[in-house]
DNA sequence: TAGGTACCTATACTTTAGGGTATATCGGTG
DNA sequence: CACCGATATACCCTAAAGTATAGGTACCTA
């Protein structure tokens, strides 16, 4: 019987993905809304296989709070679970010692999967993040912008400057600020806020 | 026996949300996974009573591809379901016609409460969203922000300039000049789209 | 070969963002 | 009462963002 908990600030999540694994006879299944509710849980008496954290919970800040729970919790296989973040984040959080990543686009049947392969003691990454890797940007068509204005939108998610942009990319600021001019008119936004929001909304970045 | 469609494009949501409540005897479950597969399954020769729309999904675009589907689909109830959609686009959605609106912060057993309730001819609409209706935005707590650098971060969320937000809370453009650095310091963020973004990240707004 | 598209750069300009400092009111609290 | 925090405003300044126009390269396709 292998203990998993599951860590998602949706209840609706935790409540159908908790009951749908729980239908398994070999899984054990327990459920917190937050990291720190994690934190409680995987100090408690119970032995936990494998913790499954969703990216977007309070006390996450972007990967900090998964790398200490993982640091904390040594003996605990930890997965990172997200409905939206891009292949950078995946790859950091393997990086930073995952067992693996599960994007919520995974069916029921391949979460499973990959939870047996996890607590066999391989690690699971998708294999349509390694095709996509953060080297090779290109190739997403989101919404016809071209490749050079979807690496600005990339980094303008990020909270860049056109500055910072520019040095990334090895082009002058005035190159960015065009780009950055035709993205907003694709885009239909107000403004690189308004576009970053956009992005995110659409699940690119 | 009720036919329910479930419009969600993380194929985890659909699959666990799904089994969940195909487990209730009189319900009949269909899964589409974008707006475009709404319409085709709303089309077909099954006569759907209630259809739940995620509000993040291909062919969403904000409000505007829900208001369409309902627009053409008169026949069947709408409720739009969200993770982190703050509580005016739930308001909209309401008034544009939506039967109820399911946070994902919901927990199963209440969904199928509201779900009964929609079906039974009612409209749904979390009460925890009344208690915090746009007219008073206070309460939030979110990093120590005073109530005006929440009402700030707010607009900002919605990709809003310093004079559109000025208007917005009837007051000068300095005055939120003022706010936004301070809310900018306290958020740690470069600008304001970093700021927009880890506000998003956090599930507010 | 001509036209189209993406790309890069440049100049010039206006608007917006962001930081600093100072002043003032108001409400609560030691 | 004196202090503090939140709010509001003003003035000043620099930096960054955004718009417009124009000229050039490269590549691909009709």
Request: neutral net charge; aromatic residues 8%.
């Amino acid at each position: 019987m292998a203990n998993i908990l599951i860590a998602d600030d949706h209840e609706l999540i935790r409540d159908t993905l908790g009951a749908y694994l729980s239908g398994l006879h070999d899984f054990s299944i327990f459920t917190v809304d937050s990291l720190e509710g994690a934190m409680v849980e995987l100090k408690s008496s119970t032995v936990f296989d494998l913790a499954i954290v969703d990216y977007r919970m309070p006390g996450m800040n972007g990967l900090d709070g998964f790398a200490l729970a993982m640091r904390r919790f040594p003996a605990t296989k930890f997965v990172l679970m997200s409905g939206m973040a891009g292949s950078d984040v995946a790859l950091k959080a393997m990086e930073l010692g995952a067992r693996g990543y599960f994007p919520k686009s995974l069916s029921a049947e391949m979460m499973i999967g990959a939870i047996r392969l996890v607590l066999s003691g391989d690690r699971y990454y998708p294999f349509q993040l390694v095709e996509q890797t953060p080297t090779d940007e290109a190739g997403n068509n989101f919404r016809n912008l071209s490749d050079r204005e979807t690496q600005t939108l990339r980094h303008l998610c990020e909270g860049k400057s056109n500055k910072e942009i520019a040095r990334a990319l090895n082009v002058q600021e005035v190159t960015i600020k065009l780009h950055v001019k035709n993205m907003l008119a694709k885009l239909n936004a107000k403004n690189r806020t308004h576009a970053a929001l956009i992005a995110r909304e659409d699940g690119f970045c």
